[in-house]
C-alpha cells in the first residue's frame, strides 16, 4: 500500500440508490485498493453536514418521488458542487443524479424539478421504459456495457460531449445515438447494472484524475480484468 488515502462520497445512497448503484461505489473502493490506495467512503444524506474533503463524487439514481426529496438540498449543495467539478474533482452519476446534475427534467405529470446545470443537458419524462443490455462505443473507455432501465429522456446542449454511441439500447433518448454526458472530469450516465464492475476503465479514469488531483502522480498497479471481461461479453450478447 502507498499509505495514501481516497475519500469517496456516496450522495444521497437513502433517496437515490436503486438497480445496484451502490455496487459502484463498492467497485471503485476495491479498484482504488487495488491500485494501492487506503479508501474512506462518506455518505451524505439531505439535512447532513456536507463534507467538502472528498476526492471522488459517486451518486445513483431514484425515483421521481426520490429526486423531489433531494431537489431543495442538491441545489444548496450547488455552489460547492460545481466548484469541485470545475476544478477537477472526479464525479459519476447515474440515472436519476444524472438528470439533475442537468438543468431541468420535466416528468410525465408536468413537474419541472430543478437541476443544478452541471451539465448543459435538459430531461423530460416519456411514456415509454426503456429497459434492457445496453452497449455503447467510447472514443476514450471503448466499449462500456451495462442495464438501462429509464423513461426520462435527456437531450444535451450543444457541444456537450456525450460518454459513448449506443451499438446496442436507446441511451439517452429516443431521437439520436448519444449515451451519458461528459464535462470537466465528470460522467452522467443511464447505465445501471452497476456499470463500474463491468467497465473498470471507467473506474481507473475517475482513480487516476483523484490521484493526480490530490498527490500529483499516478502509477496503475497490473490488475487482472478476467472476470469483468467476461461479465461484459455475457451482458454483451444477452438480448434486450
Same mark, same amino acid.
Given at each position: 500500500?502507498?499509505?495514501?488515502?481516497?475519500?469517496?462520497?456516496?450522495?444521497?445512497?437513502?433517496?437515490?440508490?436503486?438497480?445496484?448503484?451502490?455496487?459502484?461505489?463498492?467497485?471503485?473502493?476495491?479498484?482504488?485498493?487495488?491500485?494501492?490506495?487506503?479508501?474512506?467512503?462518506?455518505?451524505?444524506?439531505?439535512?447532513?453536514?456536507?463534507?467538502?474533503?472528498?476526492?471522488?463524487?459517486?451518486?445513483?439514481?431514484?425515483?421521481?418521488?426520490?429526486?423531489?426529496?433531494?431537489?431543495?438540498?442538491?441545489?444548496?449543495?450547488?455552489?460547492?458542487?460545481?466548484?469541485?467539478?470545475?476544478?477537477?474533482?472526479?464525479?459519476?452519476?447515474?440515472?436519476? +443524479?444524472?438528470?439533475?446534475?442537468?438543468?431541468?427534467? @420535466? *416528468? /410525465?405529470? $408536468? &413537474?419541472?424539478?430543478?437541476?443544478?446545470?452541471?451539465?448543459?443537458?435538459?430531461?423530460?419524462?416519456?411514456?415509454?421504459?426503456?429497459?434492457?443490455?445496453?452497449?455503447?462505443?467510447?472514443?476514450?473507455?471503448?466499449?462500456?456495457?451495462?442495464?438501462?432501465?429509464?423513461?426520462?429522456?435527456?437531450? +444535451?446542449?450543444?457541444?456537450?460531449?456525450?460518454?459513448? @454511441? *449506443? /451499438?446496442? $439500447? &436507446?441511451?439517452?433518448?429516443?431521437?439520436?445515438?448519444?449515451?451519458?454526458?461528459?464535462?470537466?472530469?465528470?460522467?452522467?450516465?443511464?447505465?445501471?447494472?452497476?456499470?463500474?464492475?463491468?467497465?473498470?476503465?471507467?473506474?481507473?479514469?475517475?482513480?487516476?484524475?483523484?490521484?493526480?488531483?490530490?498527490?500529483?502522480?499516478?502509477?496503475?498497479?497490473?490488475?487482472?480484468?478476467?472476470?469483468?471481461?467476461?461479465?461484459?461479453?455475457?451482458?454483451?450478447?444477452?438480448?434486450?
Amino acid at each position: 500500500m502507498t499509505n495514501q488515502k481516497l475519500t469517496i462520497l456516496q450522495l444521497y445512497p437513502r433517496d437515490m440508490n436503486i438497480y445496484g448503484d451502490w455496487g459502484n461505489t463498492l467497485s471503485l473502493a476495491r479498484r482504488a485498493r487495488k491500485h494501492g490506495y487506503d479508501v474512506d467512503i462518506l455518505d451524505y444524506n439531505p439535512g447532513d453536514e456536507f463534507p467538502e474533503d472528498f476526492d471522488i463524487l459517486v451518486g445513483g439514481g431514484g425515483q421521481d418521488s426520490g429526486q423531489s426529496v433531494i431537489q431543495d438540498d442538491l441545489h444548496r449543495i450547488a455552489p460547492v458542487l460545481r466548484d469541485k467539478a470545475e476544478t477537477g474533482t472526479p464525479m459519476l452519476v447515474i440515472c436519476g +443524479l444524472y438528470q439533475l446534475f442537468g438543468k431541468d427534467f @420535466t *416528468t /410525465v405529470g $408536468g &413537474e419541472v424539478l430543478r437541476g443544478i446545470g452541471l451539465f448543459d443537458a435538459h430531461t423530460v419524462g416519456g411514456e415509454q421504459r426503456l429497459i434492457g443490455n445496453i452497449v455503447l462505443n467510447s472514443e476514450e473507455f471503448g466499449t462500456i456495457v451495462g442495464y438501462e432501465n429509464h423513461s426520462g429522456l435527456t437531450y +444535451l446542449g450543444e457541444g456537450v460531449q456525450r460518454l459513448g @454511441t *449506443t /451499438v446496442k $439500447g &436507446e441511451g439517452n433518448n429516443l431521437d439520436d445515438d448519444g449515451e451519458g454526458a461528459r464535462v470537466h472530469h465528470v460522467i452522467g450516465s443511464y447505465l445501471h447494472g452497476s456499470l463500474l464492475s463491468k467497465n473498470p476503465v471507467i473506474s481507473d479514469y475517475l482513480i487516476r484524475h483523484a490521484v493526480e488531483k490530490k498527490f500529483g502522480h499516478f502509477v496503475p498497479a497490473q490488475i487482472d480484468d478476467s472476470l469483468a471481461t467476461k461479465a461484459r461479453e455475457t451482458a454483451a450478447t444477452r438480448p434486450r
